[in-house]
């Protein structure tokens, strides 16, 4: 028999003002003492797209960060760290911060507007590129027949699928094959469209055990490198990125490359955080 275990959890949401809106993430607090299969049983159990853990026994303001899905482990995420990054914020008095992740220190900022809403501001590394091979499989799964831009594999701890369509109407008319999907094996795939520095983004990801995902902050940046790869943005141009649109639970998240010295740095990612409450698991 086990010693019973109990840990205190926040859930926030997301890339909103509103506590019922947004992507919604399960933040466990003092962490440190569970196994990677707790941590990846209590995911399953939550069944949110994402859940974050959090070891509290680094010094100097820092934390070492664990982001699960329902299905695996994840590098680093998006809206995780940003649900993450609010609770930690009030919960230890700090403003400015880092979180350590498998892809390394991510420095961290956070403004409080009031008991329950919070701007958080995330310095993430650039994401890596490369060709699809499968693309003719993969429009055939999602029901298009041509893309506006090269579909294009991005890895920002999660591997993003990036398929540009030609206008809002035909983004909200995909009606994905779920089943051949799944088929697509550690990626998720991202159908958007743009119009100037606005984006509308939908992701679906049956092989992280997302069918679609309300707001998904690791793909902002690829979305914004990729448009200024085929010259449809600048660097150091906020994009504005809205997902979640078609699930009722709109997010909006914005996104920059930065540029030091003529080459792109890093990613800024940034939006709104809504706190929705304090729970406790015993198990």
């Known amino acids: 028999m086990h010693n019973k275990i109990t840990i205190e959890y926040s859930v926030l949401n997301a890339f909103t003002h509103s506590p019922l809106e947004g992507n919604p993430v399960a933040v466990f607090h003092g ?9 990846q049983a209590i995911a399953r159990q939550l069944q949110l ?14 934390a070492r960060v664990k982001i699960f899905t329902p299905v695996n482990e994840l590098p ?4 995780p760290l940003m649900g993450a990054a609010s609770t930690f914020s009030r919960r230890n008095g700090l403003n400015c911060f880092v979180f350590h992740t498998d892809v390394g220190a991510v420095p961290i900022s956070v403004e409080h507007h009031s008991e329950t809403l919070s701007d958080v501001k995330i310095t993430a590394p650039l994401a890596s590129s490369s060709p699809f091979a499968e693309e003719k499989k993969l429009l055939a799964a999602l029901g298009l027949e041509r893309t506006e831009l090269p579909v294009e594999i991005y890895n920002a701890g999660a591997r993003h699928i990036l ?6 109407s035909t983004l909200h008319g995909i009606k994905p094959d779920y ?5 697509f094996e550690n990626l998720a795939v991202n159908c958007f469209s743009w119009q ?9 990801s049956p092989a992280y055990g997302v069918m679609e995902d309300a707001g ?3 793909v902002v940046g690829a979305i914004a490198q990729h448009l200024i790869k085929y010259g449809q943005l600048q660097m150091n141009e906020k994009l504005v990125i809205e997902q979640g649109v078609l699930l009722n639970r709109r997010c909006v998240m914005y996104g920059e490359i930065k540029e030091e010295n003529g080459c792109a740095s890093h990613t800024e990612l940034s939006g709104k955080v809504c706190h929705f409450s304090e729970c ?4």
């Open 216 to 218: 998904t902050g690791s």
């Open 163 to 168: 398929v540009a369509v030609d206008s809002i």
């Open 49 to 62: 797209s994402e859940t974050v853990f959090i070891s509290d026994k680094m010094e100097g303001g820092h």
């Open 31 to 39: 962490s440190e003492k569970l196994s990677a299969a707790i941590m």
């Open 280 to 283: 406790q698991a015993s198990f």
């Open 196 to 204: 100037g520095k606005q984006v509308e983004n939908r992701m679906f």
């Open 179 to 183: 089943h051949s999907l799944a088929d």
């Open 76 to 79: 680093f995420a998006g809206h």
